[in-house]
């Protein structure tokens, strides 16, 4: 069997190549930091601004509700009018974005600002992923080139919040925004030299229409996942999603009667790239929706500050850092394919140790097993990231790493919606028989609905420190429940990742899945 590393012409790439994938990871690293490194910033922009809570919200979310929605548009865009020149523009754009948001002087400033930012954010993923298939045409540098593309977002949210931290310290609120511009500009120096554009050759106009009813499926969609990940469950929350869903179907119906358009429908006729599409939106479902639990479990069961439960966080953000960047090897000494059901098999062996340990309300067993999942996530999820843009064929790569990001997007949504629902609903029936004596109605109430209620309540009362073991018996009820829940959600998942490695391995199989139909859009 011959691979791509074999076939003419798949010379290995030199040093300008790899300089070139560095100073594209580095436009994702501030990408990626521009999510995290506002949350430190939110007391001081409180005292500055002081905006209302409606609009202190937009100012956290509007900026991944702008990248979800415009990375369709800008992925397409990059493969009509050129990859690189949309990566120039959008890191322009983000530049200026950026002094705008540093020197905002009110509440609607900054939401403005956050938005353009996520708008040209939303250029930076898709371009820079199908920039990486253009430099590297032989498959094990592409995978290692990848690697390294991931790390780069893997870092930003390592880097971010410490970063984001000293500047706060010693800076005003601005300095978070204004580190981008000297990264924007290195990269609209530099890009130009290093960076071989690439557009496909059919180049028709950008669909307006498509674009719209691309926003109306993705915006409202996210809008109502984001609220019931932070609401909880509430009825209100469908409405939006429906919205979306029917703008999606709307926007289906458009794209089957264009013949050129927003997105090619017929890259979901691939099986590789359906069932890679599949597997990177399931792992980011799961691990999402489960990060969550974890943050929650180490502040509310545990007692642990904020402060110590990011630092106890930090051991396996580094390992996802490093996996990120040594990912490839086993792409590369394994096959993708093999990676794919390994990591997927490793992931819910990880699953099902984070379930015994939430269980059990180990610290230690709780951040072992997120190392433990990490091994096997990460290689999923390049891999597959892989698949995904190397089987599209070459002139659709840019979308087809839209596509890739607004599934991740879309599945880490979903996961901390969904996962946070079944969770909860577990804390409430095992809660709802609890003894709350001592307590009034209201308080009750309270205690039964969430974790950070019983919580809530329990300071009020005069609970100060709530270390681990101490409190009332139903802050205790309460504890013992939420991690029955975390570790209910940890065994479906379990079950779940199992279930999806045995139907990708069917599917891979089917398509004949090997290193010599990646690229080729078969």
């Known amino acids: 069997m011959q691979t791509p590393s074999q076939h003419p012409g798949h010379e290995p790439a030199g040093r300008r190549e790899w300089i070139g994938a560095c100073v594209l990871s580095i436009a994702c690293l501030i990408y990626s930091m521009d999510l995290s490194i506002l949350f ?19 100012i956290n979310d509007i900026y991944g509700f702008m990248v979800a929605g415009f990375l369709v548009t800008m992925g397409t865009l990059g493969d009509r009018i050129g990859r690189r020149r949309v990566l120039l523009i959008g890191a322009f754009a983000f530049g200026i974005a950026s002094a705008l948001a540093a020197f905002s002087s009110t509440a609607q400033e900054l939401i403005a600002a956050r938005a353009l930012l996520g708008i040209a954010g939303a250029t930076i993923a898709p371009s ?3 920039l990486i298939v253009n430099l590297f045409k032989n498959e094990a540098e592409r995978n290692r080139a990848i690697g390294i593309w991931g790390t780069a977002f893997a870092l930003g949210g390592l880097i971010g919040p410490l970063l984001g931290g000293f500047l706060l310290q010693y800076f005003h609120w601005g300095s978070v925004f204004l580190i981008n511009i000297p990264i924007m500009l290195v990269l609209l120096v530099v890009a130009p030299f290093l960076l071989p554009e690439y557009k496909s050759p059919e180049s028709a106009k950008l669909d307006l229409v498509s674009v719209v009813l691309s926003l109306a499926t993705v915006l409202p969609v996210i809008y109502g996942f984001k609220h019931m990940a932070a609401d909880g469950f509430q009825s209100q929350h469908l409405i ?16 089957k009667r264009l013949t050129q358009p927003l997105i090619d429908l017929k890259l979901f006729a691939i099986p590789a790239f359906t069932a890679s599409l599949l597997v990177n939106l399931a792992g980011m479902f799961f ?27 930090i051991p396996s953000s580094i390992v996802f850092t490093v996996m990120s960047l040594q990912a490839y090897r086993f792409t590369n000494r394994f096959g993708p394919v ?21 269980y059990s309300e180990s610290l230690y067993g709780v951040l072992g097993s997120t190392m433990f999942i990490a091994i096997g996530f990460v290689p999923v999820v390049l891999t597959t990231t892989g698949l995904i843009v190397g089987t599209a064929p070459p002139e659709r ?3 087809a790493s839209a596509i890739s990001e607004t599934s991740a997007e879309f599945g880490g949504a979903l996961g901390v919606a969904l996962l946070g629902s079944f969770g909860t609903l577990v804390y409430r029936i095992l809660m709802d ?11 009750a109430a309270t205690v039964r609905a969430t974790i950070g209620g019983a919580v809530e309540t329990a300071r009020g009362l ?8 101490e409190g009332p018996v139903w802050l205790e009820a309460a504890r013992q429940s939420f991690s029955t829940g975390f570790a209910s959600c940890c065994l479906l998942a379990s079950l779940v990742l199992l279930i999806l490695a045995a139907t990708a391995r069917t599917i891979y199989a089917r398509a004949h899945i090997d290193e010599s139909a990646i690229g080729s859009g078969h």
């Open 287 to 313: 691990v999402f929706g489960v990060f969550l639990y974890q943050n929650l479990f180490l502040q509310f069961v545990l007692g642990l500050s904020p402060l110590e439960a990011a630092l106890w966080s």
């Open 240 to 255: 939006p999603i429906a919205v979306g869903v029917a703008f999606g179907y709307l926007f289906i119906r458009r794209q």
């Open 338 to 358: 093999n990676t794919v059901l390994i990591g997927l098999i490793i992931n819910a062996a990880g699953m099902l140790s984070m379930s015994i340990a939430a």
């Open 397 to 399: 790569s840019g979308s």
């Open 40 to 58: 430190l910033a939110v007391p001081a922009i409180v005292v500055d601004l002081d905006p209302s809570a409606s609009e202190l919200l937009w």
């Open 462 to 469: 005069g609970g100060a420190a709530l270390q681990a073991g």
């Open 433 to 443: 028989g609890a003894d709350v004596t001592g307590l009034n109605p209201a308080q």
């Open 128 to 130: 820079t992923l199908s």
